[in-house]
Nanobody, 117 residues
Framework: VQLQAFGGGSVQAGGSLRLSCAFSGRRFSPYAMGWFRQAPGKERESVATISWRVGSTSYVDSVKGRFTISRDNAKSTVYLQMNSLKPDDTAVYYC???????????WGQGTLVTVSS
């Protein structure tokens, strides 16, 4: 499995960004997907996950109501729409994949999101 994340950038607080993660190497649909982030000096945390069954999602409390994870199985792509961005959202964002019942073991290269106040 290969994952390529892109769409990061620099925005002011209150702005929006949309991250994309292209999945290749295997059939996309059986994989659950997730977005993770790691801020400077902090541990990596799970931001949002989506099951292979579209509609089953989960979010870390700090992004609920602001971020939306979605997937397009036809395009083998997972998205993270980020609205009302805050400086605390500044981090390198990674996408990851796992099969049902497994752990997130396939990772993309990360894309940097910087939110200025």
């Amino acid at each position: 499995v290969q994952l390529q994340a892109f769409g990061g950038g620099s925005v002011q607080a209150g702005g929006s960004l949309r991250l994309s993660c292209a999945f290749s190497g295997r059939r996309f649909s059986p994989y659950a997907m997730g977005w993770f982030r790691q801020a400077p000096g902090k541990e990596r945390e799970s931001v949002a996950t989506i099951s292979w069954r579209v509609g089953s999602t989960s979010y870390v409390d700090s992004v609920k109501g602001r971020f939306t994870i979605s997937r397009d199985n036809a395009k083998s792509t997972v998205y993270l729409q980020m609205n009302s961005l805050k400086p605390d959202d500044t981090a390198v964002y990674y996408c990851a994949a796992r099969v049902a019942g497994g752990s997130f073991s396939s990772w993309g290269q990360g894309t940097l999101v910087t939110v200025s106040s």
